[in-house]
C-alpha cells in the first residue's frame, strides 16, 4: 500500500531535500522516515546543505522581482489552481499524512481540506487586499495606504500538521505577491516532498518557478541559516516554545518580522450549567485526538466540584473506549505518537506526575506492540503542580476541581502558554464572563466549542508564551506584506501638515 501512495505522489526510495520548481542533485546526510504504526521505514530524503540552501534563495529571491508584479488576483488563479490540484491528490496526500505523522486517516484527510479551504479563502482574498484612505488635514491633498509584497518568506513547520500550516502561510502569502522558502520538520519530510510535487505540477502549467520553494535540512544547517538571512524580512515559524525563542532572539537581532505559532496549554472548564454529554464529546477530541498532538490539545480539565465525580465518570469509561491503533485503520480513534522520544516525554511527565502528587486515573502506558504507542491518560491533578504548567506534546489530560468561575478562571490564565481555551456552560452570564476582558486570556476562546479544531476562517494563534502570532483567515494576510501610506498634493499650494510654516 505505502509504495503505490508514494508513486502517487511522485515519492522515491530516496528522494532529494531541496526544490525550487526542479529538485536539486542534494548530496547531505540521508534522513530516514520512519512509520510510527510501527516503526518501518518508509523512504529517505538527501538533506541539504549550505550550498543547496544558497542555490534555492537565489532562486525565490530572483522569483519575487516577477511574481510581485503579476497583479494579485492572476496570483489568486494560481492559488485557485493549487486548490484543485490538492483536491485532486486529497486522499493520496491525506493517507501519506497519516502513514508518516500517524494521526488518524480522517485527521489526515481533514488536514488536506484544510489547505484547500484557505486556497479557497487566498482566491477571494487576492481581490480585496484593501488599503484605508483617510481625509487628509490639507485642501488638495489626498491621503491613503497601500500594501505591497514583502519579500521572501522563510516558513518553518512543526511535524504535527505536516502539510496545513504549509498551505495556511503559502496560499496567502502568494496572493500577497510574496515568494516562500520552506523548511518542514525532519520528523516528516515525505509530506514535504509530497507537496512540493504538487505545487510544482501546478506552476510548471503556468511557466513559473520559484515561488513555492523546499528545502529539507537540519536545524543547525538549514534553520540557523533562515534565521541570520537578511533576505527574508519574516520568518514564519510554527513549534515548540523553546524553538520560538531561539527565532524570536535571532531574528530580533536583525530588526526582522517574526510571526510565531508556538506551544498551548489549553484548558476546557465545565461549568454545573453544562450540557454534560456536549462536553464529553469535546473533552474526548480534545484530548485523545492526534493523540494528544496537536498545539490546541486539550491538556487541562476543569471541573466545578458539583459535576466533577459524575463527568470524571464518564470520562474514565469513554477512555476504555478509545480504539488504539495503525493510524490507517479505519477503526482507529488513537494512532501512535511520531516517535520514540515522544513516547520518552510522555514517560517522563508520568513520572514527574507521580513525584508531584497526580494521581493517574486511566492510563499511563506504553502499548507492548511495535510502532510508538501510548495509552490515552486521566490524571487526577491540582493547578499548583509544577507539570500542569507545562506542555507536554502526549495524550494526557489533568482534571482539576474548583468552586467558583473566579477560581475557574485564575487557574485557567495561570500558564506561560495562551493558545485556545473553551467554556462549556448553558449559562449566559458565565459564557460571556469568560469572554470578556477578565475571563479567557486566550488568543481563542469558545464557549461549547472544545479547544481543537479551529476553522480556517479566523485568525489563528495564541498570547503569552504561545508568540502572540496570527495566521490563516481574518486580517492575518497583512503581516506578509509591507504597508505604506501615501500622500498626494494635486493643488498649487505647499501646506504642512500640523500648520508648521517654512517659508523663505
Ligand atoms: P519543534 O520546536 O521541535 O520543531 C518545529 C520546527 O522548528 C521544526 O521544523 C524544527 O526543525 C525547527 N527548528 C528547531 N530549531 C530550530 C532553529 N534553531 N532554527 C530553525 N528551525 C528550527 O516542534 P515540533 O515537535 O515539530 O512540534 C510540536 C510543537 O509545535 C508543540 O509545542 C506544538 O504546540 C507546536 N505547534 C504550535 C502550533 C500553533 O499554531 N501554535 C501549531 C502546531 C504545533
Known amino acids: 500500500m505505502s509504495a503505490d501512495l508514494l508513486q502517487k505522489l511522485g515519492l522515491e526510495s530516496t528522494n532529494h531535500g531541496a526544490c525550487t520548481g526542479t529538485w536539486l542533485e542534494t548530496s547531505g546526510k540521508e534522513l530516514v522516515s520512519l512509520n510510527p504504526s510501527n516503526g518501518e521505514p518508509i523512504a529517505r530524503v538527501k538533506q541539504a546543505e ?9 532562486q525565490a529571491t530572483a522569483a519575487f522581482e516577477t511574481w510581485r508584479m503579476m497583479p494579485a488576483p492572476q496570483r489568486g488563479e494560481i492559488v485557485r489552481q ?16 497519516s502513514l508518516e505523522m500517524g494521526k488518524v486517516l480522517t485527521e489526515g ?50 511535524f504535527n500538521f505536516p502539510v496545513a500550516v504549509w498551505a495556511w502561510n503559502v496560499a496567502i502569502a502568494a496572493v500577497c505577491g510574496d515568494t516562500m522558502v520552506w523548511k518542514p520538520s525532519s520528523k516528516t519530510p ?16 503556468n511557466g513559473l518557478s520559484g515561488i513555492f520553494n523546499l528545502v529539507i535540512g537540519r536545524g543547525a544547517e538549514v534553520g540557523e541559516r533562515m534565521l541570520a538571512d537578511r533576505r527574508l524580512p519574516l520568518i514564519s515559524a510554527t513549534g515548540s516554545c523553546r524553538m520560538g525563542r531561539r527565532i524570536a532572539t535571532v531574528v530580533g537581532e ?16 465545565v461549568s454545573e450549567h453544562a450540557n454534560l454529554d456536549l462536553a464529553l464529546r469535546a473533552v474526548l477530541f480534545g484530548a485523545v485526538g492526534t493523540a494528544g498532538q496537536r498545539c490546541t490539545s486539550t491538556r487541562r480539565l476543569l471541573l466545578h466540584k458539583s459535576i ?11 477512555y476504555g473506549n478509545v480504539v488504539i491503533g495503525d493510524a490507517l485503520d479505519e477503526n482507529t ?20 506526575v507521580a513525584a508531584q502528587g497526580g494521581e ?9 506492540r511495535p510502532g510508538n504507542f501510548v495509552e490515552p491518560t486521566l490524571v487526577k491533578a491540582r493547578a499548583d503542580m509544577e507539570i500542569v504548567q507545562e506542555e507536554t506534546f502526549a495524550p494526557i489530560l489533568y482534571i482539576i476541581e474548583y468552586d467558583d468561575l473566579d477560581e475557574a478562571l485564575k487557574m485557567h490564565n495561570d500558564v506561560p502558554q495562551g493558545l485556545s481555551s473553551s467554556i462549556f456552560t448553558q449559562n449566559l452570564i458565565e459564557a460571556e464572563t469568560f469572554l470578556s476582558h477578565r475571563g479567557s486570556d486566550c488568543g481563542i476562546a469558545n464557549v461549547n466549542v472544545g479547544t481543537s479544531g479551529a476553522e480556517i476562517g479566523g485568525a489563528f494563534g495564541g498570547e503569552k508564551e504561545t508568540g502572540g502570532g496570527r495566521e490563516s483567515g481574518s486580517d492575518s494576510w497583512k503581516i506578509y506584506m509591507r504597508r505604506q501610506t501615501n500622500t498626494i498634493n494635486w493643488g498649487a499650494e505647499m501646506p504642512l501638515a500640523q500648520g508648521v510654516k517654512f517659508d523663505v
Not at 308 to 313: G, M, P, Q, R
Not at 333 to 352: S, Y
Not at 360 to 368: C, Q, R, S
Open 50 to 58: 549550505a550550498e543547496d540552501y544558497e542555490k534555492v534563495m537565489q
Open 82 to 97: 493549487l486548490g484543485d490540484e490538492l483536491r485532486a491528490n486529497k486522499d493520496a496526500l491525506g493517507r501519506l499524512v
Open 109 to 158: 484527510l481533514g488536514e488536506v481540506q484544510e489547505m484547500i479551504d484557505i486556497c479557497d479563502f487566498a482566491v477571494g482574498l487576492s481581490r480585496q487586499l484593501y488599503g484605508l484612505s483617510m481625509h487628509s488635514e490639507r485642501g488638495q491633498h489626498r491621503m491613503y495606504e497601500q500594501w505591497h509584497p514583502l519579500g521572501v518568506i522563510g516558513i518553518v513547520t512543526a
Open 190 to 205: 515525505l509530506t514535504a516532498v509530497a507537496v512540493q510535487n504538487i505545487a510544482n505540477r501546478v506552476m510548471e502549467r
Open 254 to 269: 536583525r530588526l526582522a518580522r517574526t510571526l510565531l505559532e508556538l506551544g498551548g496549554n489549553n484548558a476546557v472548564i
Open 308 to 318: 466533577a465525580k459524575e463527568f470524571t465518570e464518564k470520562l474514565v469509561r469513554a
Open 333 to 352: 480513534l488513537m494512532g501512535p505518537l511520531v516517535d520514540d522520544a515522544a513516547v520518552g516525554d510522555m514517560m517522563a511527565a508520568l513520572e514527574q
Open 360 to 368: 493517574v486515573l486511566h492510563g499511563g502506558g506504553k502499548l507492548d
